[in-house]
């Protein structure tokens, strides 16, 4: 997860905006806690705890995401990165010149209502068989039924569906809105797909028959 609000992304100065760590790289992950006091006074310094990368529906789910940036808005949010903060320390601007210039950590929308996770594979698969003989036990004779999703379990987040893990409020990002960020009804359940391409697809039954000899 990175926190790239939508007026940064590839924009020039982003050290001063979401280089949390003080590495020259934009987009680190989110920062949910300001270990310095210090943060945005001469000589003080800006130190952050920072979620993993691949935080979300691990350390974090839909619910710690909101309460994680509410606490980035209102404790970070505005505050210089140590980029910022090294430029306050030489004397060359003050906190209240580059919150004016909007070279301090960006504000983060939280996610929609009813906001929801990745989903997780649900299934149950069955075969029943019967082998029989015949012609002097030279043919082998196999019918079949197998039944895939057996109790019908609902799946949701095909493999197709693939998450923007960068925090700027788009479509199908964490925080944005998509259909793996709405619930009740939730749009993105798996169907009955093409052929034999239904990995997660509503309860599928399937007659064989097969000779052997």
């Not at 808005?73 to 210089?80: E, F, R």
């Not at 698969?125 to 002097?136: I, L, N």
Request: with cysteine; aromatic share 8%; hydrophobic share 40%.
């Amino acid at each position: 997860m990175a926190p790239l609000p939508a007026n940064n992304v590839g924009a020039a100065g982003g050290i001063f905006q979401t280089d949390f760590i003080g590495s020259g790289q934009i987009g680190n992950p989110l920062p949910i806690g300001e270990t310095s006091a210090s943060c945005g006074t001469i000589g003080g310094t800006c130190d952050y705890r920072l979620l993993e990368v691949g935080a979300f529906m691990r350390q974090v789910g839909p619910v710690g995401l909101t309460r994680d940036i509410n606490i980035y808005n209102s404790t970070i949010a505005g505050l210089p990165t140590p980029a910022g903060q090294t430029l306050i320390n030489s004397g060359l601007v003050t906190l209240a010149d580059l919150q004016a210039l909007g070279a301090v950590a960006q504000p983060i929308g939280v996610p929609p209502a009813n906001n929801v996770g990745l989903g997780w594979l649900k299934d149950f698969d069955t075969t029943f068989s019967w082998v029989g003989h015949a012609w002097h036990e030279r043919l082998t004779i196999i019918p079949s039924v197998s039944i895939f999703n057996t109790f019908n379990f609902a799946n949701f987040d095909s493999a197709a569906s693939i998450l923007n893990p960068q925090l700027n409020g788009g479509a199908g990002s964490i925080n944005g809105t998509g259909p793996n960020t709405v619930a009740n009804p939730r749009p993105d359940r798996i169907g009955a797909g093409n052929g034999v391409l239904a990995f997660g697809a509503p309860r599928t039954i399937e007659w064989g028959f097969k000779l052997q000899f």
